[in-house]
């Protein structure tokens, strides 16, 4: 994993991505990953991430998320 996150790190500097961006699209990507694993449980998702639902409800407005429960 460290290998192909370091490609992919190199990869973005090297198209000259800004921190901010990269950071925003890997919270997007992640955050949406664990979400949709959960079902669109915003309580399980908190857990699984490590947060407080609030933040995690705060981050999903914030990054513009669609919540969709199965």
Not at 25 to 53: M, P, T, W, Y
Request: aromatic residues 4%; positive net charge.
């Amino acid at each position: 994993m460290h290998k192909l996150l370091d490609q992919l790190v190199t990869e973005m500097v090297t198209r000259g991505v800004h921190y901010v961006d990269a950071q925003r699209e890997f919270d997007k990507r992640f955050i949406s990953c664990v979400i949709d694993q959960s079902a669109g449980n915003l309580c399980k998702a908190a857990e699984v991430l490590g947060v407080h639902r609030n933040t995690l409800t705060r981050k999903v407005k914030q990054l513009k998320l669609r919540v969709r429960s199965v």
